[in-house]
Every structure is written in structure tokens, then in C-alpha cells.
């Protein structure tokens, strides 16, 4: 078979009849932009009500279980807002620029996703882990023994889930980067 | 600007849906979503269209922007088997066609992106000029692509 015959059945494919109507996608879009914006106003308020929060009690200085708490809210609100912004960064890349460019600007985009999986996030599970090791202080001396073990054990089986479904979004993310790297 | 906009949907649907459809390996689907996608971006940057290039052009610009931005989606789609559609002798001429172009999305789905990409603009009948501007090569380096893409997928299909 010849490249012509190729092209030939390619163009003979029968054009679209139904043209979907677009007025509903635009209506979507709109109610879209509002929710984002609804978001980052939501996310900037609660970070800012935390910082206030922490500074108002003097966590600094307590060293006790809301400094714990604190740390395991704040680690979360982080990751969060981190999410957030990575989302808006890759909507971000200009659609307009040549195929190539950008593919470079997406293969940048998967490289700094790549720095936050293996920098940021461990030391944000780190500060997570910190966080509930201060608050399993003040379980185990005010709870009663078989309700700090379902603490522990709820929160050691959560970690786990939680760190599988990181490990499995990570391992996506490397393989958008090498088919990537490699188109 | 949205009277122009209506117009260009209407013009460009059938063309772009054609060539998301290649890329995501002939799921009606995902190719309607992609198309779809495809206009939101249209629809976003109507203003910012400087007639450098003809619209067409600036679309599949889009289009094909659009279609690796796809890549992070997880693309699970029940592979078409090449037996099953050369075994069938009993079908008629249309189904020829169809099952061809089934072969032929298969075909273009095991290319890289890149290749992908290419080859879809050519298949569109796009002069190698548009393509080169499309992608940001050379025209002479696409005019190398194209040849070497356009002999592995007909060794592919034949």
C-alpha cells in the first residue's frame, strides 16, 4: 500500500454531522473561573487564619498538642495551596507557542513536579510525621490504652494509603516526563 | 467576537475532531472531549489571533498543543485487534474502509507524540511549510520527518 492510499482513507473518513453545541461549554467555563477563584480565596483565607491562629495562642511556645495539630493542619494546607499553584502553572503554558516550545514548557512543567516529589513532599511527611508523634504524646497521657492504639494503628494504615497513592501519582508523572523526553 | 467565534467553530469542528481522533487512537469519546478542549482554548484566545498565520493554521496550533497536554490523562482504551480485523473477509466495502482506518489509528497510536503529531498534518494534507510553523521546526528538518514518518506507518498499515 502506498502513502497515497493512506491519505486517500483518511480523507474519506465522513465529516461530523452533529456539531456540538457549544453555548453550555461556555456557561461551564464561566462557572469554572468562579469556582477556582472561590478556591484561592478559600485557600488564602485559611492560610492566613492559621498563621494568625498560631501566632494569637503562642504555639511557639507551648510545645504542646496544638503545636502538633498545627503541624498536621499546616502540612496539609500547604500541599494544598503547592497543588493548587502547580495546576495554575500548567494551565498556564501557552497553547499559542509552536509544538515544540511547547513541549519544552511542559517538560519543564513534569521537571519541577519532579524536584516537589522527591524535595518538598518527603520533608512535608516528615513535618506531617512530627506533627502526630507530639499529638501521640498527649493521646497516650490522656486517652484511655485501647483508644490511643486505634489512633495509632487508624493513623499508621492512613499513612500508608496515603503514601501509596503519592508513590503511585509520582510514578505517572515520570512517565509523562519520559514519554515526553523521548517524543 | 462571538459571531466570529461561531463561524470558526462551525468551519473547523469536523477537521479538528478528524485529527483528535487519530491521535487518541479512533475513541469517538475522548476525541469529542479533546475537540472540545480544543474550542475552550479557541474561545479563550480569539483576541489574541494576530493574522500572521491563517486561521486554520493558528487553530492546528492549538489543536495540537491541546492533544499533548492529553499525554497526563491516563489513556486506557480497549486495543483494537489487527486478527480480528484482518480475519473478517466477510465484510463489505465499507466496512473495508472502516476497519483500514482502524488499522491505521493503531498504526499512529504506536508513533511517539511528536511523530504523531506530524504525520496527523500530513494526513490533513497540510503543506510542509504550515507543518514546520505549526511545530517549530525546520522546514527542512520536517521535510526529513515527514518522509521517515510517512514510510513507517505505511510499512505499519500495509
Given at each position: ?11 474519506q ?44 495562642i ?17 502540612v ?19 497553547v499559542?507557542?509552536?509544538f ?13 513536579r ?20 507530639i ?5 497516650y ?7 490511643f ?5 487508624s ?27 523521548e517524543? | ?12 469542528y ?20 479533546l ?12 483576541g ?83 507543518i514546520a ?26
Amino acid at each position: 500500500m502506498e502513502f497515497k492510499d493512506i491519505q486517500n482513507t483518511w480523507q474519506q473518513q465522513a465529516e461530523t454531522n452533529t456539531l456540538p453545541d457549544f453555548e453550555p461549554v461556555k456557561q461551564q467555563l464561566s462557572n469554572l473561573r468562579k469556582k477556582q477563584w472561590i478556591t484561592q480565596v478559600i485557600l488564602g483565607i485559611t492560610g492566613i487564619v492559621l498563621i494568625a491562629f498560631f501566632f494569637y495562642i503562642s504555639a511557639y511556645n507551648t510545645n504542646g498538642p496544638l503545636l502538633g495539630m498545627l503541624l498536621l493542619i499546616g502540612v496539609i494546607v500547604v500541599r494544598v495551596f503547592i497543588e493548587v499553584r502547580s495546576q495554575q502553572k500548567l494551565r498556564k503554558i501557552n497553547v499559542l507557542l509552536s509544538f515544540t516550545e511547547f513541549k519544552e514548557q511542559l517538560i519543564a512543567y513534569y521537571q519541577k513536579r519532579k524536584i516537589l516529589a522527591f524535595r518538598v513532599i518527603p520533608i512535608l511527611l516528615i513535618i506531617y510525621n512530627i506533627g502526630f508523634i507530639i499529638m501521640s504524646y498527649y493521646f497516650y497521657q490522656y486517652l484511655s490504652r485501647g483508644f490511643f492504639y486505634y489512633i495509632v494503628l487508624s493513623y499508621v494504615i492512613s499513612f500508608i494509603v496515603l503514601f501509596i497513592f503519592i508513590r503511585k501519582q509520582v510514578l505517572n508523572e515520570l512517565e509523562i516526563l519520559k514519554k515526553l523526553q523521548e517524543a | 467576537m462571538s459571531q466570529q467565534f461561531t463561524k470558526i467553530y462551525q468551519e473547523h469542528y469536523s477537521k479538528v475532531h478528524r485529527l483528535c481522533l487519530g491521535y487518541v487512537n479512533g475513541d469517538e469519546a475522548l476525541a469529542k472531549d479533546l475537540a472540545q478542549d480544543v474550542f475552550i482554548k479557541v474561545w479563550e484566545h480569539l483576541g489574541a489571533f494576530q493574522q500572521k498565520s491563517s486561521i486554520g493554521t493558528w487553530i492546528y496550533r492549538i489543536t495540537v498543543n491541546v492533544c499533548l497536554l492529553f499525554i497526563r490523562k491516563n489513556k486506557k482504551k480497549k486495543k483494537i485487534s489487527f486478527t480480528e480485523i484482518k480475519d473478517d473477509t466477510t465484510i463489505q466495502e465499507e466496512n473495508d474502509t472502516q476497519n483500514r482506518l482502524q488499522q491505521m489509528y493503531a498504526c499512529i497510536h504506536k508513533l511517539k507524540e511528536t511523530e504523531r503529531i506530524i504525520i496527523l498534518l500530513v494526513l490533513e494534507d497540510l503543506p510542509q511549510k504550515e507543518i514546520a510553523e505549526i511545530t517549530g521546526h525546520s522546514h527542512q528538518n520536517i521535510r526529513v520527518l515527514v518522509h521517515r514518518i510517512k514510510e513507517k506507518l505505511t510499512k505499519c498499515v500495509s
